[in-house]
């Protein structure tokens, strides 16, 4: 081991903190913070990455990353000569932590099972009654996307409940719509051609992620594991994901992220390295980037 990981390792142990404690607050996987305690580096994929996992780390222990840490780093660890791809580094992200039990991943799937079948009820209840309700609901003029430079928003306070109306139930109201607008006859044929020929208005937005600063991050489409992203996000890039109603975010560095959408841009979700999790984000009926700690509906 090198003198770093020893002293690492050290102050963790003096303040009677596990490893598994400074990875749940820092959003660091428990390896990852074994191999910097023993100074293995160069089983990460990169510099970038040793030197955000440790400023993470330093933060979490209260030691000064920047005059205590960093000169140790530079001492032991060359930029060049990492061995592991990316590509391992993400896969090994997606992973589910070790330390969980048989029985915690079996007790979560039932969770989840449950929450599922509970939400699927109150849906399809909520559909039936929204359909009826916005039979006479008047069409929402068309809006066009402003050509000013992005303008930087406050972010919202986080909401317990939210609003948003599923993909479905907005194609049914326009359906509806198309129907009863058809000429009123008894010839059934016109009510089903106007419904049939009724356009969808499902829309997708796009979202742009731009990261300021290291920021490890994990995105999810209107509850669609098969949109899932989950990896670094180096200094300087930027990412676009795209939803049709709401977007699950989890943030390793609150402050490292800015959201732009349409022409608005979005920041100060937390200080800097703060990590932020299940946080839901919706565009509200005026097309502004709404935040909320609860699954929208």
Known sequence: MGKLGDYLREVRESKKLTLQDASKATAVRKHFLELLEQSRYEELPSYVHVHGFLSQYSKFLGLDFQNSIKPLLDEECQKDGFGQPKDELNAELSKPPSSLSVAQIISTVVVILIIALVGYVIYTNGLSSKRIATRTAPASPERTTPTEPPAVVAVTPIHEESEVLPIDNRTAVNTIAAVENAPSTDNRAAADTAAADAPSTVKVNTVLLKFSDDCWFHFVA??????????????????????NDYFLLDIGNAGGITLQHNSKEYTGFGA???PLKNVYFRVDENGVLQQSRSLPR
């Open 222 to 243: 209107d509850n669609d594991n098969a949109t899932a992203i989950d990896l670094i996000a180096p200094a300087g890039s930027s990412r676009a994901v795209q939803f």
């Open 272 to 274: 800097a390295w703060q």
